[in-house]
């Protein structure tokens, strides 16, 4: 009754609850329709059909888990109209049709599935009950088996154990037997020279002998032992200093001794004497072939003989000296180390002199292999013998090696700027066949400019197999870091750069020394190239530096920026010198034309005097030839009457007032006065003015430096009449041709009218010759 009351149990009934299988199966249904929606990823919120926010218990909801058909009826019935109620059959006709289609597609789909877990399950079924027919097999053979071992077992215990006692005696006999034939099989392994099976015979019976020592047979036997022991010892001690055989038969000596019991500290010493002797052989043929008499072999050659030979032998040495001599601890460690660091030291000097036998050469092919070589042999050995420091000392070497090459291709690269210059200057000197024109400097230039870089590339070619991927040094830290940024950056490249540029300054000494003997074209040439580096070549070659050497060390380098200025700057000296130099010329020719003639009783001019045709020649071949490399630059605009000006005593106010007819000797005075005054007001020329890189600032520098000589020459001089009015006339031939080569014409005219002004000042009788007549004469010139 309790139970019945509290509720169905585990065995009650269909009888005993309310709930019976009808109630059941729409909880079933739930469960299942529950399982597939987990199935195929949907959620309770999900249902098709549902607006949001709806209730999930309103029975009215189609999609609803609580909907009763009854009451949807009846709600439809109630509120909707005819047309309604059709409306609603006809779209719930529709959703039956696609519930329909959708569980068809469902059950299509999934079938192949269906039926494939139909077969798997059915064959599992199968091979289960196989598997326990054999399982049950297979239990009673183990049992079976189990039985007849323990019959075995029980039948052979007592036979076991007098067949493990007779196996000990059986083995004890044959101990016995070959303790009693020890010294037999001893004498007879020494004379057939098999030493290692004699020590291994003495070395089983050692332990054996030396317990029972104390009965008689076994002491004899011990005697007999000790005397054979002895003589092999011998024989072996004779063989390892004979040292006819290599390292491994002589290391195999030392091994028998030790293990015959020889004091290790005296095997030790003689092991190292014997290697040294041997090594000292190799080192006395490496140094003969650095001698003299016979042709020295190639140095990739040298460094595989000495790695063979040498460092091979080294390494024999120090593997089985580690082996044979472990128990001597560090201070066998240390003796070895010694031992190594005193013969590396010497095999080294001669890699030294080898290598320096190759600085000369132009390729660094054969020497990066030879020392690729180098470093590679001796990376076992510095691996064994650390505390040499040998692998160090070959990194040293190769990274010396390699400071000297860069210094040796600066100098290369030096030498190849200085043999450009002789044949530049060779070109500009050598006379001009019948003909046939000489290279022009435009031409000289790019010749200069291309073989330049060509040795660049070349010398960063040549230094970059230094950093190769397959050289074994290229990993480290010095060829990733210092080699790249210090040594090619900066010591090759940047110092090139800038001996280039202290190079071409020093054409720019006085003209006493060096400048004196330098061709004029040669200077304006080496400005245009330098300007040239300065724009664009300094910082293209750096580019390539920086990208065939990827620079990893953080050390500080010359910035492109600060080449440049150098470049420019020396491009600047030499063009201002160039601007000298040329003014310089053009000078001379005036000053002696000035000094050598008698001005108070020079006739009556009649045409140009020819030194100022040569000024003008040579002022116009200039202009040319600076035209070839610099551009023509930027003048003021010309006035229309700029080559029909005429040179006069009255020319200016200033000079009309000062040359009036009423001009008396007795008004010095006045008229210098007056002189005075006018300069005060009148602008300043700046004869040695910066010069920019272009063609008209250069023929303007150079025609002020020679009409500021023409000017301080007049001043010296005293002139008759005809001499003020040859001056004249020069000075308007000069005008005539000289204002279209400046900047700005108004220069001219100033530094002429000067000139002509100077002049008169020094006339004791100026009488200026007509204008009209100044041309005449001028055209006819």
Known sequence: ???????????????????????????????????????????????????????????????????????????????????????SETDMVRQIRALDSDMQTLVYENYNKFISATDTIRKMKNDFRKMEDEMDRLATNM??????????????????????????????????????????????????????????????????????????????????????????????????????SGAPEQAECVELLLALGEPAEELCAEFLEHARGRLEAELRSLEAELGPSPPAPDVLEFTDHGGSGFVGGLCQVASAYQELFAAQGPAGAEKLAAFARELGGRYFALVERRLAQEQGSGDNSLLVRALDRFHRRLRAPGALLAAAGLAEAATEIVERVARERLGHHLQGLRAAFLGCLTDVRQALAAPRLAGKEGPGLAELLANVASSILSHIKASLAAVHLFTAKEVSFSNKPYFRGEFCSQGVREGLIVGFIRSMCQTAQSFCDSPGEKGGATPPALLLLLSRLCLDYETATISYILTLTDEQFLVQDQSPVTPVSTLCAEARETARRLLTHYVKVQGLVISQMLRKSVETRDWLSTLEPRNVRAVMKRVVEDTTAIDVQVGLLYEEGVRKAQSSDSSKRTFSVYSSSRQQGRYAPSYTPSAPMDTNLLSNIQKLFSERIDVFSPVEFNKVSVLTGIIKISLKTLLECVRLRTFGRFGLQQVQVDCHFLQLYLWRFVADEELVHLLLDEVVASAALRCPDPVPMEPSVVEVICERG
């Open 1 to 87: 009754m309790a139970a019945g009351a509290a509720g169905p149990g585990p065995g009650s009934g269909p009888g005993d609850s309310p709930e019976g299988p009808e109630a059941e199966a729409p909880e079933r249904r739930r469960k299942a329709h529950g399982m597939l929606k987990i199935y195929y990823g949907l959620s309770e919120g999900e249902t098709a059909g549902r607006p949001p926010g709806s209730d999930p218990l309103d029975p009215t909801d189609l999609n609803g888990a609580h909907f009763d058909p009854e009451v949807y009826l009846d709600k439809l019935r109630r509120e909707c109209p005819l047309a309604q109620l059709m409306d």
């Open 143 to 244: 049992a079976v088996i189990t039985d007849f071992s323990a019959r075995i077992s029980a039948t052979l215990q007592d036979r076991h154990e007098r067949i493990t006692k007779l196996a000990g005696v059986h083995a004890l006999l044959r101990k016995l037997q070959f303790l009693f034939e020890l010294p037999s099989c001893l004498t007879k392994c020494v004379e057939l020279g098999a030493y290692g099976q004699a020590v291994r015979y003495q070395g089983r019976a050692r332990a054996v002998l030396q317990q029972y020592q104390h009965l008689p047979s076994f002491r004899a036997i011990q005697d007999d032992c000790q005397v054979i022991t002895a003589r092999l010892a011998q024989q072996l001690r004779q063989r390892f200093r004979e040292g006819g």
